[in-house]
């Protein structure tokens, strides 16, 4: 039997609802000015995930990075809906912000 795709499948899900939280706190503690850390490590991962041998690996490390460059679009658009009240904003920050 091959689990492999049964095994990315749950990895998956299991890194979307990850980074669904990690975005949010990013954003909060943040800023969406962040996103060039969420690049580096995408494209890291990507590049990584060719020189890896073991498929299971390759592609865990694959689905991360592509996770990391779909967060990028995520924290603008977090930073949106921070805007319509959605979630809420830090004080500290945005106070900061106008100074």
């Known amino acids: 039997m091959n689990f492999f795709g049964i095994i990315i499948g749950v990895t998956t899900f299991m890194l979307i609802g990850v980074?669904?939280?990690i975005v949010i706190k990013c954003e909060y503690f943040f800023s969406k000015n962040i996103w060039p850390i969420f690049l580096l490590l995408g494209l890291a991962a990507l590049v990584?995930?060719?020189f890896v041998k073991v498929n299971l690996w390759s592609g865990i490390l694959a689905v991360f990075g592509i996770s990391c460059l779909w967060s990028i679009k995520e924290i603008f658009e977090q930073e949106k809906r921070v805007e319509k009240g959605w979630f809420p904003e830090n004080p500290r920050r945005r106070h900061n912000d106008r100074y």
């Open 19 to 21: 980074f669904h939280v």
């Open 48 to 50: 990584g995930s060719l």
